[in-house]
């Protein structure tokens, strides 16, 4: 059954939230499988899928692409699409593309930052909005830990405060110290999501990329549940090696199918 904006207020303090991202949909239907209530489809894609530098080179014509093919593996999963750089520079800007998502088959859109003209704008147009705060990569200069200072842990916990009175109904933390992260857990009525911001967060979110082992390199914070990279150059070694010595395709099991 999938769960709507609502569902995941209730669960804050009730039941940590499980969040993966996906980007295509065999994926995607695994996830939904394993019922985790939602998916993030992230511009991250651009950097674990598509072999970009940076979040930066992520259209709006890709997070549709990736948001219909996990829609079509996740029918019953509430999917959050990220608006990609650029894409959310003003209300009505931000409006036209929440739509493209939606469109797509999002049922809510993610943006960075305590943007709050735009996150009231696409909330007063009935788009439901998950805020991000702490490292924001569509705009940081590196991919270090932000919020030690206390200047800046003060910014972050008015910016996460500002995007749930904008009306947003989830916020992504990033890359936070844990008390941080912890005490702005405590502040807010909506749930915080975590990614390197520690066990006190009302849920947690991995780069499903990362949680698979899938590319060559992962996050200090994320954790690799299985490491996917090998079994492809397994794969691809066995096969390459049976095609040569003529082992594959087999000459005593003929294939005698119609289809
Ligand atoms: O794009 C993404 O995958 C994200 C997560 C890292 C939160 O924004
Ligand atoms: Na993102």
Redesign the pocket.
Known sequence: MKLNPQDFVVMKGARPIP?L?AYNCPVARSIEEAEVPVI??????GM?EMGFDS?RDVTIEHMEYHIGAVRRGAKETHIIG?LPYGTDVDPETALTNAQRLIRAGADSV?L?GANVQVIRHLVEHNIPVVG?TGLL?QTAKNFKQVGRSSEEATRILNDAQAIEDAGAFMV?L?HIPYSLAGEITKALSIPT?G?GAGPDCDGQ?L?INDALGLGDYWPPFSKQYAYVSKTVLKVANEFSREVGSRKFPSNIIQFTGTN
């Open positions: 969040m991202t993030l489809v992230g511009d991250t894609v674990v979040t990220d993610k960075e991000h990569p992504v990033e999501i990614i979110v780069v």
